[in-house]
């Protein structure tokens, strides 16, 4: 049975939820509940406070992506590897070469990251609403103007569905997967035993894409009851309506379609009517009438809203700064207050500015790639050495990445010889017998035949290292390739002056920095072995290979771990997911960003 429990932001349905739950535990009930994967940490957390010590493990919390996992786990194809992000682009770069002269549009645009980036999100966007590459092909000629761009869109979606079948899971598939899977236990009358006489509650979504529902579909059969919470003002849905609750009216409609195609009750909507969040806070109650209605009934004084009006984006995040640093010296912890802007690229010099002045602790994700680290830095100098390019240039650069078993004397050493001597190919083979301080100088001082034996000891590592990689390599495949990559690195001596690295950085700036370090060589290796995966056995050119590599490096993102566990949250009024702070403060509030005009993309 689906049961919605509808009610506006702060009317007690997720309490509602956990009285349930707690319930549910109080009788020896299991129950399961469902939250989007920023909240599955907090929620953990609550969890604990609201049944207690002894209740607690009565309830499992997981997001759809935990849930399918988990499906997986017991009825099998969790051990599918599952491509990234950046492993998506690669693929879609890969579709467009194969294609090659059936796209005419978007072919050019092939070495493009930022292309086959977008093109990849495109991908996904069509995947979460259902739609396969076949699909998309039969709708494209209808649709006017655009359906040449779309035919190719189309297209480049097939190649892309057809090279992942031989190569891993798209992210979107394993809902479907378990899905598949949940749907076959039920029709051979069996059940994974941690679904077995449970219900689940869904509560903090306010859409569901077509992987989610299938796997909903599924839960919908098999379990004796799913409640959804959904933030809905519990109107009937007018066909046309654009209102704030008109998206959550179309969720609920489907749910409900959900629940009768897959042969399930849906029982009558509970509705929560009560501001129970701003009881206390009528200037708050007001804002929040008056953007559910339209209007509002206004109170004698709201002092829990106020407007300041700022001459320009700097001003802001000053005058921000300091009322957060008022609040702090009254006792309010900073993982109580958020500032939320339409644009964080606008605002985020001067918020970082402002807050470091002021000594507030800030939390702001923003996309770090890992292609211009020392360990990236080392497998493209490689890679650039193997195709032919300029030994001078590339063996000083990977002997300046820190990452081979030289001394810093060795690589000055070696750098200079370089500068002086140009050496080519042959000479760079032979060793170093010139003097250090170039021509007319026969004789060599003690300090000049020492410099001259710590280029020759670097030159003996690099290029002895170079040349075995290269005769590994010749007419090998993307796996060799990548696995010889590591092998060289590991001769260089990399894995020891990384973890030398780390431990430096860690004594000079803390386990946060560290860190830091170390997560770039684990992504650059993960990146290694994403190549190996993706590509398999296929053959590829050096260049290939080095061009696919740099879209990987170019479309990953490093991450980052909040260094603190209370820091004030800069968030994207887009993208944002909040938990319940006290304290928000919103930039840029204007014509034009608050709500932002959104020109039409058109690929």
Not at 361 to 369: F, G
Request: with cysteine.
């Amino acid at each position: 049975m689906l049961k919605l429990v509808l009610g506006g932001s702060g009317s007690g349905k997720t309490t509602l939820l956990y009285s349930r739950i707690k319930a549910r535990a109080e009788q020896g009930r299991r129950s399961i509940l469902l939250v989007p994967e920023q909240f599955t940490s907090s929620t953990e957390g609550r969890i604990y406070r609201e049944l207690g010590d002894a209740l607690s493990g009565m309830v499992e919390s997981f997001s759809f992506t935990s849930l399918a996992e988990r499906i997986l786990s017991a009825e099998g194809g969790a051990a599918v590897q599952t491509l990234s992000d950046a492993g998506r682009a690669v693929l879609v770069r890969r579709a467009l070469e194969e294609l090659q002269d059936h796209v005419h549009y978007y072919y050019r645009h092939r070495r493009s990251a930022a292309f086959c980036q977008m093109a990849a999100q495109t991908i996904d966007e069509l995947k979460s609403a259902g739609l396969s590459g076949a699909q998309l092909a039969e709708l494209a000629p209808d649709c006017g103007p655009e359906s040449g761009k779309l035919s190719e869109l189309a297209l480049i979606f097939q190649g892309y569905e057809t090279l992942l079948a031989g190569t891993g899971m798209d992210p979107a598939d394993r809902l479907e997967l378990a899905a598949d899977r949940l749907e076959a236990a039920l029709a051979r009358g069996e059940l994974p035993d941690f679904l077995r006489e449970r219900e689940v509650f869904i509560d903090e979504f306010d859409t569901f894409n077509a992987p989610k529902k299938r796997l909903m579909g599924a839960m919908l059969a098999a379990l004796p009851t799913v409640t959804v919470a959904l933030c809905d003002d519990g109107a009937p849905m007018v066909p046309g309506d654009m209102g704030l609750f008109s998206g959550a009216k179309q969720v609920a409609a489907q749910l409900r379609q959900l629940a009768r195609k897959n042969g399930a009750d849906a029982a009558v909507p509970e509705l929560l009517r009560r501001d129970l969040r701003h009881k206390d806070a009528p200037g708050l109650a007001a804002v929040t009438e008056l953007l559910e209605t339209g209007t509002c009934e206004v109170p004698p004084a709201a002092p829990e809203v106020r407007l300041f009006a700022a001459a320009s984006r700097e001003e802001e995040a000053r005058c921000t700064a300091a009322a957060i640093r008022r609040l702090m010296r009254q006792g309010v912890r900073c993982g109580k207050m958020a500032v939320v802007c339409r644009n964080i690229p606008d605002y985020r010099a001067a918020i970082r500015y402002e807050f470091r002045m002021a000594d507030i602790p800030l939390y702001c994700d923003e996309p770090t790639t890992p292609e211009f680290s020392a360990p990236a830095t080392a497998v493209r100098a490689l890679l650039a050495l193997l195709r032919g390019a300029d030994m001078t240039e590339n063996l000083t650069i990977l002997a300046k990445t820190g990452l081979c078993a030289l001394t810093e004397p060795q690589v000055c050493a070696l750098e200079n010889y370089a500068y002086t001597w140009s050496p080519n190919a042959a000479a760079w083979r032979t060793k170093f017998e010139k003097s250090p301080k170039g021509f007319g100088e026969n004789e060599l001082s003690d300090e000049d035949a020492k410099t001259l034996e710590d280029a020759e000891t670097a030159r003996q590592l690099l290029v002895t290292a170079v040349d075995e990689l290269r005769s590994k390599v010749r007419g090998g495949s993307a796996e060799q390739i990548s696995r010889e990559l590591y092998f060289c690195l590991k001769k260089l001596g990399a894995e020891e002056q990384q973890a030398a690295l780390v431990e430096a950085v860690r004594t000079a700036r803390g386990i946060p920095a560290a860190e830091e370090a170390a997560r770039e060589w684990n992504v650059v290796m993960q990146l290694l072995n994403e190549m190996a995966h993706l590509l398999g056995g296929q053959g590829v050119t050096f260049a290939e290979y080095e061009d696919l590599f740099s879209l990987l490096l170019r479309s990953s993102d490093l991450g980052h771990i909040p260094q603190t566990l209370d820091a004030v949250v800069l968030a994207s009024a887009g993208k944002m997911r909040l938990d319940a702070p006290d304290y928000v403060f919103v930039l840029g509030l204007a014509e034009g960003e608050f709500p932002v005009h959104r020109p039409r993309r058109a690929f």
